[in-house]
């Protein structure tokens, strides 16, 4: 399944830009508006333990990271105004269309953590540095309200490392075990189907 797997990326993503460019081009001009550069690159580990640049739309202000912690609860003051439309449509993701092309992700996997989580893994929870991270997967629709569960919890890191970030690389290891490429594509029209929905509520709804 790799090499058809990877074969699918390429299509998908070079497809993705193809088509997308336009849209992409005005939500970079929205987030320069914004105030700041229009996108964000960020160190993640991925597949083999290997670090790569993650690119998005840019949602926070500059030197956010220096801020803040490195997860975003709802109503973390650091979003901008276009960053908030952005996270909840899931559209900042985009630009990782190109991690996707040049081979550093994959339309279809776990989403990639930052370094200092990743020190966090347990021998049997680094077993999803085996699999390519992807950009999107059955977690992430699973765990679609982790900013409301991040803002609701007295200690947002210690839920999101304890409980949550666990409970995600069980479920994409248990998915790895029996996916096929029919599975990939359920994934990805799950998440067209998510972003459609979310970008139909109107803001703050």
Do not use: C, H
């Not at 497809?15 to 997308?20: F, N």
């Not at 640049?53 to 979003?79: C, H, S, Y």
């Not at 992700?105 to 992807?134: A, C, F, H, K, N």
């Amino acid at each position: 399944m790799k090499l058809s797997k990877r074969l699918f990326d390429i299509a998908g993503s070079g497809a993705g830009l193809l088509v997308l460019w336009p849209a992409l081009v005005v939500m970079a001009v929205i987030v320069k508006l914004d105030g700041g550069p229009a996108f964000f690159r960020q160190t993640r580990i991925g597949r083999r333990g290997r670090p790569f640049r993650i690119l998005k739309f840019r949602t926070m202000v500059v030197d956010a990271e220096r801020l803040g912690p490195q997860i975003t609860a709802n109503g973390d003051r650091r979003v901008t105004s276009a960053g908030r439309w952005l996270r909840r449509t899931k559209l900042d993701e985009l630009p990782q269309l190109v991690n996707v092309l040049v081979g550093e992700m994959s339309l279809v996997g776990p989403r990639p953590e930052v370094p200092r989580y990743v020190e966090r893994y347990t021998p049997q929870q680094r077993r999803v540095l085996d699999i390519t991270p992807g950009l999107t997967d059955p977690a992430s629709l699973r765990y679609l309200d982790e900013g409301a569960r991040l803002a609701a919890a007295p200690d947002p890191e210690q839920l999101y490392v304890g409980e949550l970030m666990p409970d995600k690389i069980r479920l994409n290891l248990e998915y790895a075990e029996s996916a096929t490429m029919a599975s990939d594509f359920a994934v990805i029209l799950r998440t067209i189907g998510l972003i459609s929905r979310q970008s139909a509520i109107p803001s703050g709804a």
